[in-house]
T-cell receptor, first 114, second 115 residues
Framework: NAGVTQTPKFQVLKTGQSMTLQCAQD?????MYWYRQDPGMGLRLIYY???????DKGEVPNGYNVSRLNKREFSLRLESAAPSQTSVYFC?????????????FGEGSWLTVV | AQSVTQPDIHITVSEGASLELRCNYS??????LFWYVQSPGQGLQLLLK??????LVQGIKGFEAEFKRSQSSFNLRKPSVHWSDAAEYFC?????????????FGKGTKLSVIP
């Protein structure tokens, strides 16, 4: 039972390069999320998609774009990577939107921008 | 702004000892409260959640948490810690408002277990 799958798991980028983090869930969930985790900061929401066809900004959206490709997939794009985007990125999903629903997390993608 | 405070950055306990991890949140009319655990190199796993009803909530792996509205707290407890419980623990709060999707996470408490 895969749950939430993210790729790649590790990536090193040079400043100014672009890349896309891929995420897919196999739980038929409606809502999907991208969080970043930084030491001592907990998790912060970057973008979310309440349902297929919609996306909205979270707490820290600057420098990122997202695409909800279909119900299963939700990608996060860094157009011009900066060292401040060095972080661990987590994709997550929930059956329905609304913060009362349990969120299921992927295993994370470690991104380093040099 | 909403906030979730975990006052202890790092806690060390002996295997078999009891554990309490503290969590305080900024007031919300009907808070949804969660505890997640993260093992090194892994994603977050839900331990338990509180939405309403009984203020003592049972979770997986022998954990429980008690919601105390008067103290704005949702502390996590375990009567006897196992070495495998060593991990980082995150408290999170959501709001029940329509269209509210964001969970606010605390900064985490790292638990070390001495054999």
């Amino acid at each position: 039972n895969a749950g939430v799958t993210q790729t790649p798991k590790f990536q090193v980028l040079k400043t100014g390069q672009s890349m896309t983090l891929q995420c897919a869930q196999d739980m038929n969930h409606n809502s999907m999320y991208w969080y970043r985790q930084d030491p001592g900061m907990g998790l912060r929401l970057i973008y979310y998609s309440a349902s297929e066809g919609t996306t909205d900004k979270g707490e820290v959206p600057n420098g990122y774009n997202v695409s909800r490709l279909n119900k299963r997939e939700f990608s996060l794009r860094l157009e011009s990577a900066a060292p401040s985007q060095t972080s661990v990125y987590f994709c997550a999903s929930s059956e329905f939107g609304g913060s009362g629903n349990t969120i299921y997390f992927g295993e994370g993608s470690w991104l380093t921008v040099v | 702004a909403q906030s979730v405070t975990q006052p202890d950055i790092h806690i060390t306990v002996s295997e078999g000892a009891s554990l309490e991890l503290r969590c305080n949140y900024s007031y919300g009319a009907t808070p949804y409260l969660f505890w997640y655990v993260q093992s090194p190199g892994q994603g977050l796993q839900l331990l338990l959640k509180y939405f309403s009803g009984d203020t003592l909530v049972q979770g997986i792996k022998g954990f429980e948490a008690e919601f105390k509205r008067s103290q704005s707290s949702f502390n996590l407890r375990k009567p006897s810690v196992h070495w495998s419980d060593a991990a980082e623990y995150f408290c999170a709060k959501g709001d029940s408002g329509a269209g509210s999707y964001q969970l606010t996470f605390g900064k985490g408490t790292k638990l070390s277990v001495i054999p």
